[in-house]
């Protein structure tokens, strides 16, 4: 299984919700990323996960918030999002730090 | 920081070579240089990754110069197939000691008959 899911595929909220986004992989892969994707623009880097643990948080805004319950799966707890927060969500993992990223097929998350 | 810039698109008929330059002028000696190919609503999937020299796979080659400012995507014989936007990607991966993992700015290819 060489696959990362994410799930849900869309998901609309309001900035008072809370919803989370999920991720998984069966690969073995120790080092799992979040990125943040805008209309017409390269993916952005949010987190990084390694062996479960957070080593990377590129400044994200408290209202985002990362959790590795295990080394398959890989949430994103969103709360009092903003309507820039608009984007596709895209999770990420390799089996080294500089290896091969398998991304998954995104969350296209939309705030009202 | 590992600033990355792309040409913004690039044109080119089936059967062609393409070409497609990176600059990453602030590279770091832990950073590994990475391109993928995204589709529209899907995410990027991996084509080739160097730190220098020349690297080869069966689908592209990747051209690393000493000074690994900049690299080279070479996409032998294009097919309409190949229309997507290409990113290169400049980074240490996990834990930092390198910059951090920075997608270029990513080149549309267009590939027509």
């Known amino acids: 299984d060489t696959e990362v899911t994410q799930t849900p595929k869309h998901l609309v909220m309001g900035m008072t919700n809370k919803k989370s986004l999920k991720c998984e992989q069966h690969?073995?892969?120790?080092?799992m990323y979040w990125y943040k994707q805008k209309a017409k623009k390269p993916p952005e880097l949010m987190f990084v996960y390694s062996y479960e643990k957070l080593s990377i948080n590129e400044s994200v805004p408290s209202r985002f918030s990362p959790e590795c319950p295990n080394s398959s799966l890989l949430n994103l707890h969103l709360h009092a999002l903003q309507p820039e927060d608009s984007a596709l969500y895209l999770c990420?993992?390799?089996?080294?730090?500089?290896?091969?990223?398998?991304f998954g097929p995104g969350t296209r998350l939309t705030v009202l | 920081l590992a600033k990355t810039t792309q040409p913004i698109s690039m044109d080119s008929y089936e059967g062609q070579e393409v070409n497609i330059t990176c600059s990453h002028n602030?590279?770091?000696?832990?950073?590994?240089i990475t391109w993928y190919q995204q589709f529209p609503s899907q995410g990027p999937r991996f084509i080739i990754q160097?730190?220098?020299t020349k690297v080869t796979n069966e689908v592209a080659s990747l051209f690393i110069p000493a000074d690994r400012k900049s690299s080279t995507l070479s996409l032998p014989r294009v097919s309409l197939s190949d229309t997507a936007v290409y990113y290169c990607?400049?980074?240490?991966?996990?834990?930092?000691?390198?910059?951090?993992?920075?997608f270029g700015t990513g080149t549309q290819l267009k590939v027509e008959l």
């Open positions: 990607l400049v980074g240490d991966g996990v834990t930092g000691g390198g910059n951090k993992l920075t």
């Open positions: 690969m073995g892969h120790r080092a």
């Open positions: 602030n590279i770091a000696t832990n950073d590994y």
């Open positions: 990420a993992s390799t089996d080294r730090g500089q290896g091969e990223q398998f």
């Open positions: 160097g730190y220098k």
